[in-house]
């Protein structure tokens, strides 16, 4: 089962900032917060990802809380594009293999 | 530039036919993985291979059967095809499990597979 609770859907006027939240209270010392996303008929592409401190590459932003039970995901210029079902993880790299999809947050990116 | 691809994109088949899924990374990868994604978008792994030695196996049926002739391929052969096989089947690869700035997966395109 996955390990993280995502709003199942949200909305985003192209433009400005998409940001989506994730809860995972129950993260362990050693597991990562991942990002991936998917978009429609193609497969999970990476986003972005973090331990404790807040990290940031050209596709995004990830805002991880003090306490780590809780991250959010910036988009910070959404375009229509980045229409996609986006996807938390936890998972301990270095050991873990898998990835354990959730059902994710389908985001629309509004005109 | 494709870096992880995998062939054919759509597969459809009646039921009781073996098919096979080939998947090719040149990423450079050691591990790759098998993903099903079902109707309902659940995505799960169904197997990885670490330099052509299986790793995961996710109680997946017999009849499906990954093979790796190198560390460049990990093909899906699946025997007597049932309607419930039909799903998007997606190959990833990855470093080794190792330091979190390398494991990072990377997937491919999918392959439709439609049981009639």
């Known amino acids: 089962d996955a390990k993280t609770t995502q709003p199942t859907s949200m909305d985003c006027a192209e433009g400005r900032a998409a940001n989506l939240p994730c809860n995972h209270s129950?993260?362990?010392?050693?597991?990562?917060v991942y990002w991936y996303r998917q978009i429609h008929s193609q497969g999970p592409q990476y986003i972005i990802h973090?331990?404790?401190n807040n990290e940031t590459n050209e596709m995004a932003s990830l805002i991880i809380t003090e306490d780590r039970k809780s991250s959010t995901l910036i988009l910070p210029h959404a375009t229509l594009r980045d229409t996609a079902v986006y996807y938390c993880?936890?998972?301990?790299?270095?050991?873990?293999?898998?990835?354990?999809f959730g059902k994710g947050t389908r985001l629309h990116i509004l005109p | 530039d494709t870096a992880v691809s995998q062939t054919p994109k759509y597969l459809v088949t009646q039921m009781g036919n073996d098919k096979s899924i080939k998947c090719e990374q040149n990423l450079g990868h050691d591990t790759m993985y098998w993903y099903k994604q079902d109707s309902k978008k659940f995505l799960k792994i169904m197997f990885s291979y670490n330099n052509k030695e299986l790793i995961i196996n996710e109680t997946v049926p017999n009849r499906f059967s990954p093979k790796s002739p190198d560390k460049a391929h990990l093909n899906l052969h699946i025997n007597s095809l049932e309607l419930g096989d039909s799903a998007v089947y997606f190959c990833a690869s990855s470093h080794p499990p190792g330091r979190a700035a390398t494991d990072t997966q990377y997937f491919g395109p999918g392959t439709r597979l439609t049981v009639l």
């Open positions: 129950t993260i362990s010392g050693n597991e990562y």
């Open positions: 993880i936890v998972r301990v790299a270095g050991r873990d293999d898998k990835i354990i």
């Open positions: 973090g331990l404790k």
